[in-house]
Nanobody
Framework: QLEFVESGGGLVQPGGSLVLSCVASGITLDYYGVGWFRQAPGKEREWISCIGSSGWPINHADSVKGRFTISKAHVENTVYLRMNNLQPEDTAIYYC???????????????????????WGQGTQVTVSS
């Protein structure tokens, strides 16, 4: 059964950092591109970062470029999102998802569509506040 478990969120002051984890079960991420998405209160869910099945390519939305980095740990079947210089506008629930076609979207620098494989996970809450 396909499942994503996101973790690592929390409350952080502006300028702080967090590392989010996305653990997948039911699939091997070696064969899937992975995307991170977020949904802020009152807003639609948006794509923010992606990584190809082999760990490349990598792409980020302009809103997080230069502050967030994405990486993949193949043995752990886990994708990480390191977030630096967090700002109040980064406050959101963060989700991950995987699709084979995300490789192409990520390579083209295109916005990732919502996943077709399985439901969203529970997400992990990130709150940036002083």
């Amino acid at each position: 059964q396909l499942e994503f478990v996101e973790s690592g969120g929390g409350l952080v002051q502006p300028g702080g950092s967090l590392v989010l984890s996305c653990v997948a079960s039911g699939i091997t991420l070696d064969y899937y591109g992975v995307g991170w998405f977020r949904q802020a209160p009152g807003k639609e869910r948006e794509w923010i970062s992606c990584i190809g099945s082999s760990g490349w390519p990598i792409n980020h939305a302009d809103s997080v470029k230069g502050r967030f980095t994405i990486s993949k740990a193949h043995v752990e079947n886990t994708v990480y999102l390191r977030m630096n210089n967090l700002q109040p506008e980064d406050t959101a629930i963060y989700y991950c998802a995987a699709e084979p076609e995300y490789n192409q979207y990520c390579s083209n620098g295109a916005v990732l569509p919502p996943p077709k494989l399985g439901p969203w996970g529970q997400g992990t809450q990130v709150t940036v506040s002083s």
